[in-house]
């Protein structure tokens, strides 16, 4: 903030949603550990006062394995602004195959930033109050962005119906149902892919796959 430009008129205050800027007195005071990037401030300073400074988010790691591409952001430690280092993995992305985007659980900031703009959303929840709670919020947000998405269960056999009906209430597809298995868990706390472990579940994935296929080509649930 350049004061010898800043008139605090508080334009900069009015606009930033995440108090990031502060008029006091006759001082504008910065948090820079709760901007978020969004570019706001820079619109409505009628004195041009603000600039945009640099300083480290996190590090993007990439990496290749049985011919798959690996885009990885890794944030700082005790850094809270994951958006923007969120929209730097977006940008490795190869428009010409396809790409998968790992979102973080729940529907703050950096699931929306993680979703918005892409062809299909699937969502994954267990069959647990909690799970069902977290599922309408997301499934919102994916209503308002306007995108098709269907539903994986994990846990299936545990927890109770709540899920499922609402499932057929909003009329979302389940597509794939996980139990509640020993065999699962081993492999996933030792770090190996279900996928290259138990070839059953490679098949089912793949027909996970062609099942989103369906939906986007317009043919019906993907069922």
Known sequence: MDENLC?????????????AIVLIADRVL????????????????????????????????????????FVHGRLRIGEAMDGPLI?????RADDSSI?????????SCPVVEAIKGVDFVLLVTEPTPFGLFDLKIVHRVVE?????????????DVGDSGVKEYAKEKE?????????????????SEGTALVSAMDSWKERFEELFGKIKKILQGEGNGK
């Open 30 to 69: 910065t948090f820079h550990e709760l901007c978020h990037s969004c570019g706001g401030c820079f619109e409505v300073c009628p004195q041009r006062a603000i600039s945009e400074g640099d300083r480290e988010l996190g590090i993007i790691e990439e990496g290749f394995a049985d011919g798959i591409r």
């Open 144 to 156: 308002i962005l306007g995108i098709p998405c269907a539903l994986v269960i994990n846990r299936a």
């Open 7 to 19: 008139n605090l008129c508080g334009k900069c205050q009015e606009i930033c949603q995440f108090k």
């Open 87 to 91: 929209r730097e993995v977006r940008k």
């Open 99 to 107: 790409t998968i985007i790992d979102a973080p659980p729940g529907s």
């Open 172 to 188: 979302i597809p389940i597509l794939l149902e996980i139990p509640f298995d020993r065999r699962i868990l081993e492999l996933y």
